[in-house]
């Protein structure tokens, strides 16, 4: 069974910026869409950014556009999400997922999740 790890987690001041690795063991993610996901406590979980096996497409939620970027080098069998300008809001465990048909937004279409870690935001 493919396992996701994510890390680069930890907390990070207001502005600032921290980048997330999404790694896989044992299979590869070379054929595999791969989106980040973040749930901030007491809300829901909520779509980020998702990239397509090959690279070549990405889509983004209006709440990070322009502020992360995601990324994948095949070649590390992992995918990165870098965070710039770091908001209070920004505050959640994020996670990365794997997907066989999809690198949007529809939850329901991803089949493996990482366990998630914890992103802090704070002065």
């Known amino acids: 069974q493919l396992q996701l790890v994510e890390s680069g987690g930890g907390l990070v001041q207001p502005g600032g910026s921290l980048r997330l690795s999404c790694a896989a063991s044992?299979?590869?993610?070379?054929?595999?869409?791969i989106g980040w996901f973040r749930q901030a406590s007491g809300k829901e979980r909520e779509f980020l950014a998702g990239i397509s096996a090959s690279g070549g497409q990405t889509s983004y939620a209006d709440s990070v556009k322009g502020r992360f970027t995601i990324s994948r080098d095949n070649a590390k069998n992992s995918v990165s999400l870098q965070m710039d300008s770091a908001q209070p809001d920004d505050t959640a465990v994020y996670s990365c997922a794997a997907s066989k048909v999809t690198w949007k937004s529809y939850q329901h279409l991803y089949d493996y999740w990482g366990q998630g870690i914890q992103v802090t935001v704070s002065s």
């Open positions: 044992r299979y590869t993610l070379d054929y595999l869409a």
